[in-house]
């Protein structure tokens, strides 16, 4: 069984960088990162493959979030920049037992509680 714990979400201005992160206990090999802003459904961010050489990003953060991992510590990083008000919203670790870099929330079976994050203008 994979539990995931995520650290570091908080309050930032427009513009402005923020990095959370999950930590993973379990074997994981592929994992993402999802965001759920109020009234929206959970959509995809990123996503890493167990050796970093498949990574996928979602077009809306592509060139300003950036996904990594250290798997001698079992933690996956996203490092966000240029953050935006609609970057604002409840980010979730997610993470796969098998391989395949994926993007849809049916392709993960663990998940994180959730980190809120929120951009100010």
């Known amino acids: 069984q994979v539990q995931l714990v995520e650290f570091g979400g908080g309050l930032v201005q427009a513009g402005g960088s923020l990095r959370v992160s999950c930590a993973a206990s379990g074997r994981t090999f592929v994992m993402g990162w999802f965001r759920q802003a109020p009234g929206s459904e959970r959509e995809f961010v990123a996503a890493?493959?167990?050796?970093?050489?498949?990574?996928y990003y979602a077009d809306s953060v592509k060139g300003r979030f950036t996904i990594s991992r250290d798997n001698a510590k079992n933690t996956v990083y996203l490092q966000m920049n240029s953050l935006k008000p609609e970057d604002t919203a409840v980010y979730y670790c997610?993470?796969?037992?098998?391989?395949?870099?994926?993007?849809?929330?049916?392709?993960?079976?663990?998940w994180g509680q959730g980190t809120q994050v929120t951009v100010s203008s």
């Open positions: 997610a993470a796969r037992s098998v391989f395949g870099v994926a993007n849809r929330r049916e392709d993960y079976a663990y």
């Open positions: 890493i493959s167990w050796s970093g050489g498949y990574i």
